[in-house]
């Protein structure tokens, strides 16, 4: 079913909704997920060291216009995480994939109410760095209030 505008998703909470969206975007048989072997970590058994910058906007932006809240282009998603990955990044760390709460734009705009736009727009940006042969850090929440949400968007729910 297509879920438009306002209407209520069925599902417990976005967080929920941004971790299911992260694992099925981003695992394939061929591509394993990166894991935890006491100190360090692996992919596909081999040591996995990593690096990359913080694109926090891919999915709700600040900076474009300057002094706007608004969608990042596609463009402007794969053309950053393309030349991230021609940099050596490996890993991107994207709050606004993950951290998408209490802003009209956002994915859970308030408690229970969910954006279909965003949710298309974060899973666009997924998808970008599938291409782009870039792995995400996606947190779920943050300590702070932003433009984007955090935690006070739900000890205030």
Same mark, same amino acid.
């Given at each position: 079913?297509?879920y438009?505008?306002?209407?209520?998703?069925?599902?417990?909470?976005?967080?929920?909704a941004?971790?299911?969206?992260?694992?099925?975007?981003?695992?394939?048989? +061929?591509?394993?997920?990166?894991?935890?072997?006491? *100190?360090?970590? !692996?992919?596909?058994?081999?040591? #996995?060291?990593? /690096?990359?910058?913080?694109?926090?906007?891919?999915?709700?932006?600040?900076?474009?216009?300057?002094?706007?809240?608004?969608?990042?282009?596609?463009?402007?998603?794969?053309?950053?995480?393309?030349?991230?990955?021609?940099?050596? +990044?490996?890993?991107?760390?994207?709050?606004?994939? *993950?951290?998408? !709460?209490?802003?009209?734009?956002? #994915?859970?705009? /308030?408690?229970?109410?969910?954006?279909?736009?965003?949710?298309?727009?974060?899973?666009?940006?997924?998808?970008?760095?599938?291409?782009?042969?870039?792995?995400?850090?996606?947190?779920?929440t943050?300590?702070?209030?932003?433009?984007?949400?955090?935690?006070?968007?739900?000890?205030?729910?």
């Amino acid at each position: 079913a297509e879920y438009m505008g306002d209407r209520p998703m069925p599902m417990p909470s976005a967080l929920m909704a941004a971790a299911i969206a992260v694992l099925f975007a981003c695992t394939r048989a +061929a591509d394993p997920f990166v894991r935890r072997s006491g *100190g360090k970590l !692996t992919l596909g058994g081999q040591p #996995f060291r990593f /690096a990359g910058p913080n694109i926090y906007w891919l999915g709700l932006d600040e900076n474009e216009p300057p002094g706007t809240v608004a969608y990042p282009t596609p463009f402007r998603v794969l053309d950053t995480l393309n030349t991230s990955r021609v940099m050596g +990044a490996t890993v991107v760390r994207c709050h606004t994939c *993950g951290i998408s !709460t209490g802003n009209l734009l956002s #994915f859970e705009r /308030a408690r229970g109410v969910f954006n279909a736009t965003a949710r298309d727009v974060i899973d666009r940006a997924i998808a970008a760095a599938g291409r782009a042969g870039v792995r995400l850090i996606v947190p779920l929440t943050d300590n702070y209030h932003y433009y984007h949400g955090g935690k006070f968007d739900f000890t205030t729910w």
